[in-house]
């Protein structure tokens, strides 16, 4: 496609020979041919509109490496996958676009109707019975339900869409250290429970991701526990492909191994007489994936859990990768 | 002393929620209500417009409206000499690190997330008030 300017010059410079040759006295027919041309130039220009028409150089073709010739099949099957991948990343965008204001939606009415239960008690619950009273709490339990629900979903789609990953070193230690301040000045960590862990090494990964894993598990552990001194273990394993498995041990209540397989699905809820969404072991498992890992679970009924992981040592060179293992 | 906040807001059960709770909270307000974007900016223009009468002491300012979002007034408020001092509180059910970042980027002075258990939300509006309403000395 040729490209606007050089319309415009065209049609400049066949402008000034008609000027040029009517100023010398150039023949009738010459001069109408000259006035076409013009014409014709300054309609391509007008043709391809305002913006100039970039020509972009097409990437450089494939060499077969037996000829150094360019190899048309691998180049055509380069670009397609470029093609592909392209817009592969432009759906990926617009769903995270339309996962973040569907989440955003979807957590108003909730917030207003527990907001609105809360209200009624607190102005009306004297005219209400029991059952009243009752049915409101209900109501404001099932709103939180569904506002972490709806939220719960938004983090595991955002996880499974993210490209890009940055990864950085994670000391573990310091993670953990962190989150024990966090969890006993929230009353969760009691003074009678335990949070314990081993020298833990410093691995490759999102931090913030990787705090979502721990605190999922960490809760987990402590309400999954009917203990009165609730412990929770971490250690760490290394392996041979420069991977450290990490596990992370309760006292709890446990798992019956027959439900083990699906426990790390959206909305499996493997002890149904706790509160929760089922979200939480979806999450961990979306997270351990996109950072390139596996998570698995040993369990018995009453003998607590060992949730086992495993990331990326620091000290490994990293090929950027954000997707999942197979 | 009684503090003049203007409330953007599109859902009427927010604007109630929140009424109550700054009435919770024991904080003597007069609260304006702009049911978008739009009205919100209208009525600081409005206000601007009229000699003698004051600009609110405090934009609470809900992000996602409709006909004009809260961005698009964070960044008329910004642009206008005469409302630019204006402290304005995003307060949103939007968790969104992008939207937090573009709220502090069009000048917010603070980006508050409504949660969704009620004893929560009137925590978070009281301490709103409290800095607010009565620690922050607010530009006359």
Redesign the interface.
């Known amino acids: 496609m040729i490209q606007r300017r050089v319309y415009l010059r065209l049609g400049f410079g066949v402008l000034t020979l008609c000027v040029v040759g009517f100023w010398y006295g150039l023949p009738w027919s010459a001069l109408l041919v000259l006035g076409v041309l013009w014409t014709a130039s300054l309609w391509g220009c007008l043709r391809f509109g305002v913006r100039e028409t970039l020509k972009i150089p097409p990437p450089p073709a494939i060499l077969c490496p037996q000829t150094n010739e360019p190899c048309p099949l691998a180049t055509l099957h380069r670009d397609e996958m470029h093609r592909a991948v392209a817009d592969l990343e432009m759906r990926n965008r617009d769903l995270e676009r339309f996962a973040s204001m569907t989440a955003h939606q979807l957590r108003s009415p909730p917030r207003t109707i527990a907001g609105i239960a809360q209200a009624l008690h607190e102005d009306y619950g004297h005219l209400l019975d029991a059952e009243g009273t009752q049915f409101l709490q209900d109501i404001r339990e099932d709103a939180a339900s569904m506002a972490e629900i709806v939220d719960g979903l938004y983090r595991v789609s955002k996880v499974r869409t993210m490209t890009d990953l940055p990864l950085e070193p994670v000391d573990l230690n310091e993670l953990l250290a962190d989150m024990k301040i966090a969890k006993t000045k929230r009353g969760l960590l009691r003074p009678q429970d335990r949070l314990t862990w081993a020298h833990l090494p410093v691995v490759k990964a999102d931090k913030v991701l990787l705090t979502e894993v721990f605190l999922n598990l960490l809760e987990n552990s402590l309400k999954f526990n009917e203990s009165p001194n609730k412990v929770i273990r971490i250690t760490a394993r290394e392996r041979d492909d420069d991977r450290w498995d990490i596990m992370v041990k309760d006292n709890g209540i446990g798992i019956d191994p027959k439900y083990q397989p699906k426990m790390f699905q959206m909305f499996q809820r493997m002890h149904p007489q706790y509160k929760g969404t089922g979200v939480g072991l979806a999450l961990v498992s979306a997270i351990i994936q996109k950072l390139g890992g596996d998570v698995h679970v040993q369990s018995t009924t009453g003998k607590g859990c060992m949730f086992t992981f495993d990331l990326a040592s620091a000290e490994m060179v990293w090929a950027q990768t954000s997707t999942p293992k197979a | 002393m009684v503090h003049r906040i203007l409330l953007a807001e599109d859902?009427p059960?927010?604007v109630r929620?929140t009424q109550?709770a700054l009435k919770k909270a024991g904080y003597a307000v007069d609260l304006d209500i702009a049911n978008n974007g739009r009205e919100a900016l209208d009525r600081l223009q409005q206000i601007n417009g009229c000699e003698g009468k004051p600009l609110p002491d405090l934009l609470l300012l809900d992000w996602?409206m409709p006909l004009v979002d809260g961005r698009e007034v964070l960044q008329t408020i910004r642009k206008d000499p005469a409302l630019r001092r204006l402290p304005v509180v995003v307060l949103t059910?939007?968790r969104?690190e992008?939207d937090v970042a573009m709220a502090y980027e069009e000048g917010c002075n603070a980006y508050l997330t409504?949660?969704?258990?009620?004893?929560e939300?009137q925590k978070v509006i009281a301490a709103l008030g409290l800095f607010w309403l009565t620690h922050a000395v607010l530009p006359q």
């Open positions: 859902r059960q927010d929620l109550r996602m059910t939007s969104s992008g409504k949660p969704v258990d009620p004893d939300f």
